[in-house]
């Protein structure tokens, strides 16, 4: 039977011990399987990826919780197109804003077209970039849903009484030091395991909110799961070369402060244009509309809704 809620509830501790307990038991028998048979964790990261995914599902099962009320819909169609084309312009302000600092210099040796057996030129760059974003919705949006039907989908619908901004910060805490057994086994950070878990773990608290912001518009959690999926296909092109690990790793990349610093500006963007309403009707609530009432202020808290303002 499926239990039915409203926006005013609180947060359901039971279950979400469940959702974290079964998440933490999966990441670490996944860590020690894979360290005792002797497998590099990071080539079967793809396998990891679905350890929310299916903490998310167990909690919501076990408990009748509607998979559609968490967000496993359509919703609204038009979003998931620009959940695919989005990523573009944010990792090309990334590479961008990577180029003005000294030391990183542009890799012109890069020829993304000859990965696709493809000729050189613009022309078929542009048509390698849009074969990127083809296999980064389809078949890298696939791996990332097994991570965001359990942080876009159940953790945030049942962190929606904490609001947008806290209910992102949780989540985002929780997505990085999740990433924590890969990033020490050398994803990202190579030459920085620890620092890198740390580096990561601010990384993730910058994006969470553009990833929040997606999903309550779209009322999905489906184009949380496409943007991931293209953010990671076309965050490959790395353009930006340098062969300091500090500045490839640390300053100069997706996940160092040049990321940080352009998601942050993202987020200041979500918060000046008005932040949407973020309920546990999220999946059902209108939040496009210009009704100023359907915007989140910066500074009151709606004790009605439960919702952080």
Known sequence: MVRTTSATETINTRNLAEFLGILTTLVLGFSSITYLAGIDIVAVGPLYMFTPAIAGLIVCLHNGLSLSRVGLR????????????????????????????????????????????????????????????????????????????????YLLWELAPLGFWKASLVIGAVWGIWHAPLIIAGHNYPSFPVIGVFAFTITCIAMAPLFTYLVVRSQSVLPA?????????????????TDNPVLRQLVASEGGIIGVSVLTLITLGIAITGTPRLTRDFT???????????????????????TEH
């Open 74 to 153: 359509i919703g609204r169609q038009r979003w998931l197109v620009l959940a695919a084309i989005l990523p573009l312009p944010v990792v090309g302000a990334i590479t961008a804003l990577s180029l003005g600092v000294p030391g990183v210099t542009f890799d012109s040796s890069l020829n993304l077209p000859a990965h696709f057996g493809l000729p050189s030129g613009p022309f078929w760059t542009l048509v390698a970039l849009s074969g990127m974003v083809g296999v980064g919705a389809t078949v890298n949006g696939v791996l990332a849903f097994g991570e965001e039907f359990g942080w876009r989908g």
């Open 284 to 306: 059902t609530t209108t939040t496009e509309s210009h009704d100023p009432r359907l915007s989140v202020p910066n500074s009151t808290t709606d004790t009605q809704s439960g």
């Open 225 to 241: 799961a496409i943007f991931h999926g293209v953010f990671n296909a076309v965050g490959l092109v790395g353009y930006a070369g």
